[in-house]
Structure formats: C-alpha cells, structure tokens
C-alpha cells in the first residue's frame, strides 16, 4: 500500500502562487501515476491534474491548464502542485492521489492523502 500526505496549502490573495507537495511511502514510488484533485464545500470532488509514473506526460483539467503546473521528484518520492494566478474559485481542499498503471486517467486511482486547504481570497 502507498502512504500520502500532502502540504504546502494556505490562505493567498487573487493572482497570488502556491506550491503544495504530496510526500509518498510504502510500495515503489515509480510505477504509479500521481494526480491531484479538489474540493469545495457542498462540491463533487474534481479532477485538477495528473502525471505519469516517470516519462513526463502530464493531464489538466480544463480549468487549470495554463495556470498550475504537475511536477514529481521520484529521488525524493514527491509530487508537486505548482499553482500560479490564483483565483477565488481555487479554493477547495485539495488531494493527492496515486494508482498503478502506466496510462494517464481523471478517476480510478487507488491511494488518497488526507487533504491541505487552499484558500484564495478576493
């Protein structure tokens, strides 16, 4: 089993950046794929990014794209969430996930952290 903790959320103005880390234990790290999701009160949980086990293909939600970056370090076992122009519709907790497989998918992943708040105020 693969163990996840995320870090790195807090409270940031409009157009503000935050970079959230997902710290992965357990089974070996390279075989999984690595996502991101979201959120926000009263909300379905929402698919934000995802990225390959280690050839750098990488997915976005339509929202995102152009604004936040995936980005994993295998060395260290980490995923990244670089989120740039933040917006008040960005906020949510937001969740790191992994599952096995070599394909990029928005549902289907096996592993879940226990979420770090991002908050963007207007």
């Known amino acids: 089993q693969v163990q996840l903790a995320e870090s790195g959320g807090g409270l940031v103005q409009t157009g503000g950046s935050l970079r959230l880390s997902c710290a992965a234990s357990?089974?070996?790290?390279?075989?999984?794929?690595m996502a991101w999701f979201r959120q926000a009160p009263g909300k379905e949980r929402e698919f934000v990014a995802a990225?390959?086990?280690?050839?750098?293909?990488?997915l976005y939600a339509d929202s995102v794209k152009g604004r936040f970056t995936i980005s994993r370090d295998n060395a260290k076992n980490t995923a990244y969430l670089q989120m740039n122009s933040l917006k008040p519709e960005d906020t949510a907790v937001y969740y790191c996930?992994?599952?096995?497989?070599?394909?990029?998918?928005?549902?289907?992943?096996?592993?879940w952290g226990q979420g770090t708040q991002v908050t963007v105020s207007s």
């Open positions: 996930a992994a599952r096995a497989g070599m394909f990029l998918v928005r549902r289907g992943y096996d592993y």
């Open positions: 357990g089974r070996t790290f390279s075989n999984y794929a």
């Open positions: 990225i390959s086990w280690n050839d750098g293909r990488t």
